[in-house]
């Protein structure tokens, strides 16, 4: 029964993986680049941050993207908390 969790538990974080990918290719990737590193032509026009050099918490990364910051639009409106949450795990997960 507990192995049964543990696997459930993975295909959850996978899923979770999966869908923050695609969510930050067709939303945040034109700012700050397929890899993160912000060196899209748009993202070197506004100053885009190298996301995989953040320092920034999981929580923080999340309050940025729903408020947006500086020349970075707000996602609040646009994406759900639980969409939020996925992309802000595939960016502290290393953007892979
Ligand atoms: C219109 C271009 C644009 C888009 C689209 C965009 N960003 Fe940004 N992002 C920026 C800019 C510019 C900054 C730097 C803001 C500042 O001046 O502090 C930034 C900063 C950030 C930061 C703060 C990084 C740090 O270390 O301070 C995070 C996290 C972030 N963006 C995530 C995202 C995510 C996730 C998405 C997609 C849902 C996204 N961004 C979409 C332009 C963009």
């Known amino acids: 029964m507990k192995r049964l969790f543990v696997v459930a538990a993975l295909l ?4 979770a ?7 930050f290719g067709s939303k945040c990737a034109a700012c700050h680049g397929p890899d993160g590193k ?7 026009k506004l ?11 999981a929580a923080e ?6 408020k947006g910051r500086g ?3 707000p ?3 646009k994406l ?12 502290k997960g290393g953007l892979k």
Do not use: R
């Not at 912000?38 to 070197?44: E, R």
């Open 47 to 57: 100053g885009a941050k190298d996301l995989s050099a953040s320092k920034l918490t």
């Open 61 to 66: 990364m999340e309050g940025v993207v729903t």
């Open 17 to 23: 993986v999966a869908d923050g990918k695609a969510i």
């Open 80 to 91: 759900t908390p639980a969409e939020i949450h996925d992309v802000t795990a595939f960016i």
């Open 38 to 44: 912000g060196q899209s032509a748009m993202g070197k």
């Open 71 to 73: 020349k970075m639009t």
């Open 75 to 77: 996602f609040g409106g």
């Open 12 to 15: 959850a974080a996978n899923v």
